[in-house]
């Protein structure tokens, strides 16, 4: 029993961690992690159906532990062929996040999933008791594999690099190879083969250990947080420039010497909104809905002295790496909080916020709860009469997802307008679109002319071009927002 409910809590600990080890190179998704989910109970059905196999065929007691030997050496193998083929592999198609989560989760579970049908058939004694027997194994499976996903969930992945863990897993594997090993052949529970089983299990645990503490492929990351795989680097053609990269995308781009520098166009589209939504250089009071790098949030400090910044962000680890590598200063006019966005702005006051910047991302799709019709009746309600709302979304052709975006903000606010290059709008494109909503008229004539003083200029549009831009898309809700499966690209 102890070995079942051993062996089912280490397939739940890869498949938790296997979500982390590819969103470096694939993103997290909902498809990624659909993926993810798929290759392992694919993976836990087929390795049960070869360990009942291979229990009619052969004694149990020669397979299992070498069975844990190999199950180690997948596990250790699996950290350097990820990161190797993750680079090769880098992107959002399909094929690719199907052939990387395989290559991820697929052995390893298989092996260890073909564990419990052979305990089952070394305990079936008497046929009369063979649902007592399979009820209480299979129990036991559930309750190891429940436990190791609230412990990975809640614990382990907060506290450890993945590749930590990893190691971590497969020594066990390997060591519980060997004592089962050690244990069969001191009872004599196995033929004359057992001392030469038991040197096998030895050499796989020492390979396994050795793959997996000498890994040299390359690591993304220089610190995983409880929801990242980040990365800060120094931009070579400006010495006090940083970009911050997470999991799969470039994020944000920060100017040490020069916060008033926005590098990337669609922070440059906020910075206009942010520069005509209040007399020029009057304190404002703005909610950011995530931080990233914090480079808007940094931008109005700079710009408008006196205003006061409330940043809403779900990852405290991120926090903590802005605060280290990217000069992030909080104080009266920079809070951090960490938490999730729509439920920290639930508790802000009517009208409260001149200026609500959306700027939360999951891989590259805004988190769904943050884009529904129900939400946007928050961010209204806290921008009050004369608050602007501006929200950054990335999409391309068939920019099935922003049409949808536009309509449910036009749901809520009388007054919409969308910036982005024209190529974009035409569905010719990918790119960043900027949403600016609010309850009273907005300054669209200045916001054009602005943006066209911009390196690259840009369109805005709004009225009818903006109704026949968005045309019937329907309005997502709490009850239906299928936000990653509209930026689904098949290829």
């Not at 897993?169 to 030469?196: D, M, N, P, Q, W």
């Not at 610190?223 to 053609?237: F, I, K, N, R, S």
């Not at 439920?343 to 916020?353: H, I, T, V």
Request: aromatic share 6%; proline share 5%; hydrophobic share 50%.
């Amino acid at each position: 029993m102890v070995l079942v409910f051993f062996a089912s809590g280490v397939v739940l600990v890869l498949e938790t961690v296997s979500m982390r080890l590819v969103a470096p190179y694939l993103g997290l998704s909902l498809q990624v992690t659909s993926a993810v989910i798929g290759m392992s109970l694919g993976a836990i059905a087929y390795g049960a159906w070869l360990g009942g196999w291979h229990a009619d065929r052969r004694d149990p007691r020669r397979v299992l532990a070498p069975l844990l030997g190999l199950s180690a050496l997948a596990v250790a193998g699996t950290l350097p062929l990820v990161r190797w083929l993750g680079e090769a592999l880098r992107g959002t198609s399909v094929s690719v996040v199907l052939a990387l989560t395989a290559v991820t989760v697929f052995v390893p579970i298989m092996l260890l999933s073909a564990v419990p049908p052979m305990v089952v058939k070394l305990q079936l004694g008497d046929l009369e008791q063979t649902g007592r027997v399979v009820g209480r194994l299979s129990g036991m499976g559930t309750l190891g594999a429940v436990t190791a996903t609230l412990v990975t969930g809640f614990v382990l992945v907060a506290a450890l690099p993945t590749s930590v863990i990893m190691i971590a897993a497969a020594v066990l594997l390997a060591l519980a190879g060997l004592a089962l090993g050690a244990y069969l052949h001191r009872t004599g529970e196995r033929s004359a083969k057992a001392s030469t089983t038991h040197g096998r299990v030895a050499a796989a645990a020492l390979l396994a250990a050795g793959t997996g503490l000498s890994v040299l492929a390359p690591d993304p990351c220089d610190v995983e947080t409880a929801y990242h795989c980040a990365q800060v680097t120094a931009d070579p053609l400006r010495p006090s420039g940083r970009v911050l990269h997470l999991n799969a995308a470039e994020h944000s781009y920060v100017d040490l010497d020069d916060p008033t520098r926005l590098e990337y166009a669609y922070t440059q589209w906020i910075g206009v909104v942010a520069d005509l939504a209040a007399p020029r250089g009057a304190a404002v009071d703005a909610v950011h809905l995530g931080g990233g790098g914090f480079t808007v949030p940094r931008y109005l400090a700079a710009t408008r002295p006196g205003s006061r910044s409330t940043v809403f962000e779900i990852d405290g680890g991120l926090v903590d790496l802005a605060e280290r590598t990217l000069d992030l200063r909080p104080g009266p006019d920079l809070r951090a909080v960490v938490g999730d966005a729509r439920m920290l702005l639930a508790e802000l006051p009517d009208a409260s916020a001149d200026l609500i910047v959306g700027d939360a991302f999951g891989d590259l799709a805004v988190p769904w709860h943050l884009t529904t019709r129900e939400m946007m009746a928050q961010v209204r309600r806290v921008a009050g009469a004369d608050g602007v709302y501006a929200q950054n979304v990335i999409d391309g052709p068939p920019t099935r997802f922003i049409r949808a975006e536009v309509a449910t903000v036009a749901a809520v606010f009388p007054h919409v307008a969308l910036i982005a290059p024209r190529g974009a709008l035409d569905g010719r494109e990918g790119a960043n679109f900027v949403i600016v909503a609010s309850a009273r008229t907005l300054p669209v004539q200045a916001i054009a002319a602005r943006l066209l003083m911009l390196q690259e200029p840009v369109a805005v549009i709004t009225g009818t071009e903006l109704a026949a831009f968005a045309g019937d898309a329907a309005v997502l809700t709490d009850d239906f927002a299928p936000v990653d499966q509209m930026l689904v690209r098949v290829s």
